[in-house]
């Protein structure tokens, strides 16, 4: 007799949470859309990817666009946009390489790749960064999940400064502030 009543209580819980979230995403997009800086963003992110809630406008990346997914719907996997159906990522093995969108996505979660967007729905793009990534291809770099991952290339190719960055939510702070402008992270439009 408790079980149902602990799953309708959970069911409940849920629904009451997904509504909440469901309202402050409104409110971020009705801020966005106004041009609203967001200074309580204390992740940097006024946007983060969601697994579970599209969004209506999807973007299309250029190159260089600082692109993540998630993987596993654990952690983020964050690279570098080259081309439509190409970007620069640093594996888990330590290889910077070039791959294809699907190889990208391959053992991760879903299907969407996200851009790191302006208010304007504008991807986050800087020159250097790409050509530095590009010089990356094939090197190696000593992983560690922690302290030299896929977020301190990324940050690397965008600055040219070597930096641990241990999480994405640090890594969102650091790229809100060198672009200085709230992240929103939008789903990529591409072909697979």
């Known amino acids: 007799m408790a079980l149902p009543l602990i799953w309708l209580g959970g069911a409940v819980i849920g629904a009451v949470v997904l509504a909440d979230q469901r309202e402050k995403r409104k409110t971020i997009e009705s801020q966005r859309r106004l041009g609203k800086r967001d200074s309580s963003s204390s992740q940097g992110a006024s946007l983060n ?10 973007v299309r990346p250029k190159p260089g666009s600082i692109v993540c997914c998630f993987v596993y719907g654990v952690i983020e996997h964050t690279a570098i946009w080259l081309d439509e159906h190409t970007l620069i990522e640093l594996h888990g ?3 910077v390489r070039a791959v294809s969108t699907q190889r990208f996505l ?3 979660t879903g299907s969407k790749i996200y851009l790191a967007c302006d208010h304007r729905h504008q991807p986050l793009v800087d020159e250097m960064m790409l050509e530095r990534a590009q010089r990356s291809i ?3 770099r000593e992983y560690d999940l922690l302290d030299n991952n896929c977020h301190r290339f990324v940050w690397t190719c965008l600055t040219n ?3 641990a960055i241990s999480s994405f939510n640090e890594f969102n702070q650091l790229i809100a502030e060198h672009f200085a402008n709230n992240i929103y992270w939008d789903e990529a439009m591409f072909s697979l």
């Open 138 to 140: 094939y090197q190696y």
């Open 161 to 163: 400064e070597e930096r």
């Open 49 to 58: 990817p969601s697994l579970w809630q599209s969004s209506a406008i999807k």
């Open 93 to 95: 093995s330590g290889l």
């Open 106 to 108: 391959a053992g991760r």
